[in-house]
């Protein structure tokens, strides 16, 4: 920006310089010459805020892969864990329903992912609207919520499924340097903006930050079902 000031001066403060014949033509000359200048200047610092952009973004996208990586590591952990628990409480229907409908869960997040990894998460819509896939995410989503929370009585289990499975549609803070809050009642207030779910988490993300958002929402629902086969199991 500097270099731009400084060229942009230059080049006004020599336009004052007197008119005939000979100088016209230096003028010409020297016009020509200005506009490079100016132009390379603009296209240096283009590049460099180009760059700065470019080095920025790569960072983010370190820090997924690193959430990633962590998160597939603790999964596997406490997929080992869960499992092990389920061989010892093989004879309580609860527990071996519950985990049923996760693994069934789970293993449709995991072939979600395998698409968002190939194809981006543009696979949830439609132009404007929900894709086949996305109305399917949603309506899988919903039915596994509804079916884990018959096994629980708790207030604060029931909230906490809630949370990290929920769809509802997210209203825009009005100040937008202001994160969303998650929508758990699924109300709307008059004259507030809401996205839908997928709109909100996915759209013009890239595949890692999507990835990343699916792993470690298999992350809490591996939790959730841990501490509900402890809790069964006492």
Not at 111 to 128: A, H, R, V, Y
Not at 201 to 224: C, H
């Amino acid at each position: 920006f500097v270099i731009f000031v400084m060229a942009w001066c230059w080049f006004n403060a020599t336009e004052s310089k007197p008119q005939n014949v000979s100088s016209k033509f230096i003028k010409t000359k020297s016009t020509s010459m200005k506009y490079l200048i100016i132009l390379t200047s603009i296209m240096f610092i283009s590049c460099e805020t180009g760059n700065k952009n470019a080095k920025t973004e790569s960072q983010y996208e370190s820090t997924y892969r690193i959430i990633i990586k962590e998160n597939d590591k603790y999964n596997s952990y406490l997929s080992e864990n869960i499992k092990t628990k389920i061989n010892e409480n093989s004879k309580n229907p609860n527990i071996v329903l519950y985990d049923s409908l996760t693994n069934e869960y789970l293993n449709y997040l995991s072939k979600i992912e395998t698409e968002i990894n190939k194809n981006g998460s543009e696979i949830f819509f439609d132009g404007d609207n929900y894709s086949a896939k996305g109305k399917e995410y949603e309506n899988k989503t919903k039915s596994y919520k509804t079916e884990i929370e018959k096994f629980t009585s708790s207030i604060n289990f029931k909230k906490r499924i809630n949370l990290v499975l929920n769809t509802n549609s997210i209203q825009i803070p009005d100040n937008p340097t202001t994160i969303a809050e998650n929508n758990e009642d699924g109300k709307t207030i008059a004259n507030k903006v809401y996205v839908f779910y997928l709109d909100y988490y996915f759209r013009g993300y890239s595949k890692t930050q999507s990835l990343a958002f699916i792993k470690n929402k298999k992350r809490s629902i591996l939790e959730l079902e841990n501490e509900f086969i402890l809790n069964s199991g006492k």
